[in-house]
């Protein structure tokens, strides 16, 4: 059975990048167009991964982290941001919600699978 990963972010084109790329790979996308969303979709089903970015409405990736935590059911399950935040004072804000590893957007798409593959199989 292939593996869910939930892509969380508010543009439609990477989320419909992200899940092209992953799915090529054989994982199974659930796409959320804001934390909020993504926070509803991780709390209805169980996902393997949660692939955030950071700024967004309604809730940004960090307050998204911090929620999924909170949650039994999400406290061991693998986080990644994929933001263009890449300072090192929002790098260690990520550490600190919870964030398993960080990415920079514009992505590569065949760096996504490795690190995919690495954290989830």
Request: proline letters at 4%.
């Amino acid at each position: 059975m292939a593996k869910t990963v939930l892509t969380v972010d508010d543009s439609a084109s990477i989320r419909q990048m992200v899940a092209f790329t992953l799915k090529g790979a054989g994982y199974d996308v659930l796409e959320a167009v804001d934390g909020q969303d993504g926070l509803e979709k991780a709390s209805a089903r169980s996902v393997d991964l949660v692939l955030t970015d950071q700024n967004m409405p309604r809730m940004d990736g960090i307050s998204l982290i911090k929620n999924l935590r909170g949650m039994p059911s999400h406290k061991s399950t693998p986080i990644l941001m994929l933001t263009t935040e890449s300072s090192d004072d929002m790098k260690s804000q990520g550490r600190a919600a919870g964030a398993t590893g960080w990415l920079v957007k514009p992505f590569d798409p065949q760096k996504l699978i490795e690190v995919v593959r690495k954290v989830i199989g």
